[in-house]
């Protein structure tokens, strides 16, 4: 049998405890094998991110404890990469793992904005995190793998930002290492 690797990709600009509360649902739905959490290199509605090597510091001091790995594919790869291209790419490499992508209710109303969208659908199954206010709607081909409980935790890697803007305390946010690490090197004030 195929070993099950959930992909969590996104911007994690920066993770925060959203993220981890989706982590913690797929670990605790004994369904997965491993997750990986995979950053990206672009943002692929052209959003402005901090560092790569900032991002991945955050996401280091916020999943210490969690049984997960940071896949730099996306990161490493020479030139813009998306979503499909990297699942063709892992499954390549990869070929006695079965791979899944994590993704938010709410992205499902943008996801044939996605490069490749309808033959992402047919390659890879997906794990939907219900969001308030976003109900599952079918897009193309989606094949759904299994749905994580919709919590009322309306955190966003925005809200963080415009919060750290305004000197607003992030802390309800954020695991306190990420707090900390924005804080010492004066991310996201601009």
Request: glycine share 4%.
């Amino acid at each position: 049998m195929k070993k099950k690797i959930a992909l969590f990709g996104g911007s994690f600009n920066p993770i925060h405890k959203k993220h981890l509360d989706v982590i913690k649902e797929v670990i605790d739905s004994k369904k997965i094998d491993e997750i990986w959490i995979l950053p990206c290199k672009n943002h692929s509605f052209n959003k402005k991110l901090i560092s790569e090597k900032d991002r991945i510091n955050m996401i280091k001091f916020a999943v210490e404890g969690f049984k997960v790995n940071i896949c730099r594919e996306e990161l490493d790869f020479e030139g813009r990469s998306y979503a499909y291209e990297t699942v063709i790419r892992l499954k390549k490499k990869f070929p006695s793992f079965e791979f899944y992508w994590i993704i938010g209710s709410d992205i499902f109303y943008e996801f044939d904005k996605w490069y490749k969208h309808e033959a992402l659908a047919k390659e890879i199954k997906f794990i939907v995190s219900l969001r308030e206010g976003f109900p599952i709607k079918r897009t193309g081909e989606i094949r759904i793998f299994f749905t994580l409980e919709e919590k009322v935790n309306n955190i966003s890697s925005t809200t963080v930002r415009e919060c750290i803007k305004k000197g607003e305390n992030i802390q309800d946010f954020v695991p306190l290492k990420v707090k900390k690490y924005i804080m010492k090197n004066g991310l996201y004030k601009n």
